[in-house]
Every structure is written in C-alpha cells, then in structure tokens.
C-alpha cells in the first residue's frame, strides 16, 4: 500500500525559511512533486523532480526561493522554501508519479497535506 507523509509545515513570518519533507512507502516513483492549494483557490502546482535529481521544475511564483530535492535512500522528497510570502500560505501536498508533469491528474499518490502560514 502506497503512503506519502509529509511534515514540516507551521506558522513563519514573511521573508523566513520553512523545509518540508515528504516520504514515500509501499513504492518508488520517477516523478515527485508539491502542489498546493490555498482557501477558496485551485490546488496550485509547485514544484517537481526526477528519480535523478536533476531535472527539477517550479512554477514561476517560487522561482528563486523554492528548491526541490530528493533523496532516493530515503524514498523522500524535500522542499526547502526561503523568502517566504504570506501569499504562499497554503496547504502543500506531496504527490508521486511515473511522468514528470505540472498537472495534478498524472499523480495517482498523494500525501495528506500539511500547512504553511506566512504571516505579515
């Protein structure tokens, strides 16, 4: 049975630096990634990597403050997130996949969600 956990949400002052985590059991994946999805708004792509590492994507929003990371021996993915906005306040989710893509739909696991408040 597939499960993703994330952790590492909270409440941070805007310009500060919160890391997210997210681990994967019961399979591994090519395609890890965050979305997430503040009140009254579409679940929102964040960001996403390969099985290697090394092709990553953002949306453009974060670009510059987020960065995604992953660790293969620990079946985890990291999202490490500086500079931070109250617009970025959200519910992020993990998901994992077989594609590498921005859309929700090509995700069949996802994570429970953990949430990020960025005050002003």
């Known amino acids: 049975q597939v499960q993703l956990v994330e952790s590492g949400g909270g409440l941070v002052q805007a310009g500060g630096s919160l890391r997210l985590s997210c681990g994967a059991s019961g399979d591994t994946f090519y395609a890890m990634g965050w979305f997430r999805q503040a009140p009254g708004k579409d679940r929102e792509f964040v960001a996403v990597?390969?099985?290697?590492?090394?092709?990553?994507d953002y949306v453009d929003s974060v670009k510059g403050r987020f960065t995604i990371s992953r660790d293969n021996a620990k079946n985890t993915i990291y999202l490490q997130m500086n500079s931070l906005k109250p617009e970025d306040t959200a519910v992020y989710y993990c998901a994992a996949g077989h594609i590498v893509s921005h859309h929700g739909t090509d995700f069949g696991s996802w994570g429970q969600g953990t949430q990020v408040t960025v005050s002003s």
């Open positions: 990597v390969d099985w290697s590492g090394g092709s990553t």
